[in-house]
Antibody
Framework: QVQLNQWGAGLLKPSETLSLTCAVY????????WSWIRQSPGKGLEWIGE???????KYDPSLKSRLTMSVDTSKNQFSLKLNSVTAADTAVFYC????????????WGQGTPVTVSS | EIVMTQSPATLSVSPGERATLSCRAS??????LAWYQQKPGQAPRLLIS???TRATGIPARFTGSGSGTEFTLTISSLQSEDFAVYYC?????????FGQGTKVEIK
């Protein structure tokens, strides 16, 4: 059974860079696409972007200019960096496993609350 | 992008009763519709994909139906562990989008 465990800094100041990492245990890392999703009271659940084990990425257009995802297949980990954060980026961030053919998320990380405040 | 609209926002139901949740897409998503359950402090959990296929381990009291733009999640006899927030998600078009959720609370 696959498990996703995520970590990263939870309190940031405006203009700083958000960094999160998600480790995948069990299952095939290469057979799936790996996504980040955030949840805020104002916007609900939002898909942010995805990465494959080969490092191919797809980002939400509204975040594309600030977003970088990377993958480390030797550790079965993938990461997110979102720069120039503002209060609007305050949310709970989740990593999740998606299918090759669809953004259907069958396994999720535990979530990381992120607050952006001066 | 496709907008997913869920109704009602809150549903008050007594244990043992039936709950019916609705989800509408702003354009057809075929049967590429999923339902998730989220409890406080937890990540969403996949309940149903393909509009009607229960995920592994999901009890038979959860039934999904619909296609195109209109979808329904029915919980036939609510158990205490079913009180939660439910989200629909379309994955037919990129980017995938979620509804704003329906909270099922104890009446």
């Amino acid at each position: 059974q696959v498990q996703l465990n995520q970590w990263g800094a939870g309190l940031l100041k405006p203009s700083e860079t958000l960094s999160l990492t998600c480790a995948v245990y069990g299952g095939s890392f290469s057979a799936y696409y790996w996504s980040w999703i955030r949840q805020s009271p104002g916007k609900g659940l939002e898909w942010i972007g995805e990465i494959t084990s080969r490092g191919n990425t797809k980002y939400d257009p509204s975040l594309k200019s600030r977003l970088t995802m990377s993958v480390d297949t030797s550790k079965n980990q993938f990461s997110l960096k979102l720069n120039s954060v503002t209060a609007a980026d305050t949310a709970v961030f989740y990593c999740a496993r998606g299918g090759r053919l669809s953004n259907l998320f069958d396994s999720w990380g535990q979530g990381t609350p992120v607050t952006v405040s001066s | 992008e496709i907008v997913m609209t869920q109704s009602p926002a809150t549903l008050s139901v007594s244990p043992g009763e039936r709950a019916t949740l609705s989800c509408r897409a702003s354009q057809s998503v075929s049967s590429n519709l999923a339902w998730y359950q989220q409890k406080p402090g937890q990540a969403p959990r996949l309940l149903i994909s393909g509009a009607s296929t229960r995920a592994t381990g999901i009890p038979a009291r959860f039934t999904g139906s619909g296609s195109g733009t209109e979808f329904t999640l029915t919980i036939s006899s609510l158990q205490s562990e079913d009180f939660a927030v439910y989200y629909c998600q379309q994955y037919n078009n990129w980017p995938s989008t979620f509804g704003q959720g329906t909270k099922v609370e104890i009446k």
